[in-house]
T-cell receptor, first 112, second 115 residues
Framework: RKEVEQDPGPFNVPEGATVAFNCTYSNSASQSFFWYRQDCRKEPKLLMS???SGNEDGRFTAQLNRASQYISLLIRDSKLSDSATYLCVVPSGAGGYNKLIFGAGTRLAVHP | EAGVTQFPSHSVIEKGQTVTLRCDPI?????LYWYRRVMGKEIKFLLH????????ESGMPNNRFLAERTGGTYSTLKVQPAELEDSGVYFCASRRTGNQNTEAFFGQGTRLTVV
């Protein structure tokens, strides 16, 4: 089993739609989690961090279920500019932040 | 404030040649990470420096890869000799010392093509 697993998509949605991505992780000791966004041929950039049950920032909501080792990202009122790959990222290693383990990413394409 | 910078942005070399990638982290960030994304795969961890010390190099593929961070500032990643399977995008990231929630900032990556 991979340490971090994501649905690869792609998710093709119209503008204004609500879309949700799922991510499962295997290390039950992980405490914090991140969603990064990566545009085509660009570097990953932090979108949200999650360390309690959830976090909300505008149209974006991240939720954490420790019992099920499951993280989700909800995007409401999708914009064309939301088109990107969304990476679920879990810290791992000694001290909890030795390295970041990346999921393969979920591709989102928002169309007019 | 300057972000994480990587050089070169692209490199095309022949199999058997040597390539050296460079990463300049954000000033004051003690933690520096190298990652790699090969075609169609997820971004994978290579190694982690804390200042000039290698904290974790468990992700280094083999002994053809050598990373250094002399003086705890910029880092280099040398591939010698390069093989076809080394092609991919090499990302560097830096992070200040903090807690698990402290953000890691990524450079724009070096796209390496071995032909």
């Amino acid at each position: 089993r991979k340490e971090v697993e994501q649905d690869p998509g792609p998710f093709n949605v119209p503008e204004g739609a609500t879309v949700a991505f799922n991510c499962t992780y295997s290390n039950s000791a992980s405490q914090s989690f991140f969603w990064y966004r990566q545009d085509c041929r660009k570097e990953p950039k932090l979108l949200m961090s999650v360390y309690s049950s959830g976090n909300e920032d505008g149209r974006f909501t991240a939720q954490l279920n420790r019992a099920s080792q499951y993280i989700s990202l909800l995007i409401r009122d999708s914009k064309l500019s939301d088109s990107a790959t969304y990476l679920c990222v879990v810290p791992s290693g000694a001290g909890g932040y030795n390295k970041l383990i990346f999921g393969a990413g979920t591709r989102l394409a928002v169309h007019p | 404030e300057a972000g994480v910078t990587q050089f070169p942005s692209h490199s095309v070399i022949e199999k058997g040649q040597t390539v050296t990638l460079r990463c300049d982290p954000i000033s004051g960030h003690d933690n520096l990470y190298w990652y790699r994304r090969v075609m169609g795969k997820e971004i994978k961890f290579l190694l982690h420096f804390v200042k000039e010390s290698k904290q974790d190099e468990s992700g280094m593929p083999n002994n053809r890869f050598l990373a250094e961070r002399t003086g705890g500032t910029y880092s280099t990643l040398k591939v010698q000799p390069a093989e076809l399977e080394d092609s991919g995008v090499y990302f560097c990231a830096s992070r200040r010392t903090g807690n698990q929630n402290t953000e890691a900032f990524f450079g724009q990556g070096t796209r390496l093509t071995v032909v």
